[in-house]
């Protein structure tokens, strides 16, 4: 199969040469956040200067469940995951965009760009610390002997998942950032259901493609939320801070069934396409602010 690339990129702020039209009630500095952004992902790349031993092999997984997964791979449907993760990183953009560029839209914009950076800064360290050999390291399919023998370092950084915690990252700070300031309830549930449901329907499309076990994307989910729902509330006085009403949470959990849901009644083919080159995230410096690269081939 061709591989087909996809690059989407999100301009999530801009700090100058804009009229805003209205306050913000988020404190932000450009200053201060871009020097945080801009060190976590340093970070990052630091950390993926350290050594992998590809060798190793666990003689057990976290979990009794993570056994079952072992020697699955699916490239198709790991480019599933890139796809949804690419939109449920995007869609929260398009939604406080729609509401205009201004002052708190460009806030709104550092805010989530930092969230994912330290989201991503955590998983990092994880994958490098732990070096977990992937689902698919265990396979005994030829073309996937070849293509693990192939690889220098990502067959050994599994655990845990970094698309869950994207995903579950930007579900989350996304759709808070957005319903703090939407007065229209029937929108912001809409945007939790839609962003939790392809957040989990990522999660477990991982799973499904053999590139993590159920103990990476259960910790990348955990991990993902709760930077999510902590670092846009910082930015908030607590005079203003949002709490999603029930028929938001309702939204939210309806959201989680219906995404894990779709996930695993869809057809997987344990298929393998070497070449396949899968998704990448990282902030990306603009004229006048800073923005989010997603992109990938599959």
């Not at 801009?38 to 992998?52: D, E, K, Q």
């Not at 969230?115 to 390291?137: E, W």
């Amino acid at each position: 199969m061709r591989v087909r690339p996809l690059a989407i990129v999100c301009v999530l702020a801009s700090s100058t040469g804009v009229a805003f039209a209205q306050d913000s009630p988020w404190h932000v500095s450009y200053p201060r956040e871009g020097a945080i952004i801009g060190a976590l992902g340093a970070g990052s790349l630091l950390l993926s200067t350290v050594p992998i031993d590809t060798s190793t092999r666990w003689k057990r997984e976290l979990l009794p469940w993570d056994e079952s997964v072992r020697g699955h791979h699916s490239d198709s449907t790991s480019a599933r995951s890139d796809t949804i993760a690419a939109l449920t990183v995007a869609a929260p953009v398009f939604a406080v965009m729609g509401g205009g560029v201004d002052e708190s839209a460009a806030h709104r914009g550092m805010i989530y760009v930092e969230s994912l950076s330290f989201a991503m800064f955590l998983n990092a360290t994880a994958k490098y610390l732990v070096q977990r050999p992937r689902p698919y390291v265990y396979s005994t399919d030829p073309a996937v002997v070849r293509m693990v023998e192939g690889q220098e370092r990502d067959s050994h950084l599994s655990f845990f998942s970094g698309h869950s915690t994207l995903v579950f990252t930007a579900a989350v700070a996304g759709s808070y950032l957005y319903g703090a300031q939407s007065p229209d309830e029937a929108s912001r549930a809409t945007l939790w259901g839609v962003e939790l449901a392809m957040a989990s329907a990522t999660a477990s499309l991982r799973v499904r493609a053999g590139k993590h076990f159920y103990s990476d994307v259960i910790l990348g989910a955990l991990v993902g939320a709760g930077v999510g729902a902590t670092v846009p509330r910082l930015y908030l006085d607590s005079s203003d801070r949002y709490s999603p009403s029930a028929a938001e949470v309702g939204a939210m959990a309806g959201g989680m069934v219906l995404g894990t849901a779709a996930a695993w009644v869809m057809p997987v083919a344990e298929d393998v396409r070497v070449e396949t080159g899968g998704m990448g995230i990282m902030p990306l410096p603009l004229p006048g602010g800073t923005g989010l690269a997603v992109g990938g081939a599959f």
